[in-house]
């Protein structure tokens, strides 16, 4: 919005940083989940049917209109189309189409990979928020429930992946995988500085990146 109004500039956008990497996330207290299964589930099949409608072009007008609403973000449901597409201002007079900018299904987009959550976790412990310990890694990877998201979209029949981890930034093309239904794809999932993240070397992860952190700053 502030690069179509030209008082700002778009440097980059995260699909660049980490490509088809998590945004929001839909968080419930685990006794909640415990006493409200069905209810759960029932979410979760919202959800992941309304993915699939925000992905398709046809509904963008539709979805922009919603988005724009006061209660929402309050803007021009017109600025807000584009972007439903890849298109993104980079300043008042410039605009890019960025590949996965938006994306809301394809690719296993709302799987709780429990990877995406043990590298959110490395990043805690980098930057000091926690100590790394197998438990804390543990805690961290079961904030994410694969096994719940499978059974409660098992009666629609969608493709899932059939592993719960997987090795980040590993993949540079699109890739189908072995899944629980036909026709899943996956990545690219690269990182912008070409690296993976493991998640079964948590600790050899966290390492490095505090041997490169403390050698820049040694530079500074």
Known sequence: MAARRG???VVTVKAKIWRSSPEKVLAL???FVSANEELVAALLRSLYRASIWAAKPENHAELAAILSAPHHLNVDAAMLKPLL???VAISDTAERTVEDFFLTS???ATFPWQSHALWFY???VRWGLCDHSAENAEIAKMSYRPDIYRK???PLHTPLPG???KVEGALKVPTPVGASAGGLVLGPD???DGRTFDPDQVGAYIAQQKTVFDRLSGAR
């Open 29 to 31: 207290p685990a006794d």
């Open 7 to 9: 008082v700002a500039r």
């Open 152 to 154: 409660a979209l098992q």
């Open 163 to 165: 592993a719960s981890l």
């Open 190 to 192: 690269g990182f912008f």
């Open 85 to 87: 597409s890849g298109t």
């Open 122 to 124: 490395s990043q805690i």
């Open 106 to 108: 394809d690719k296993a």
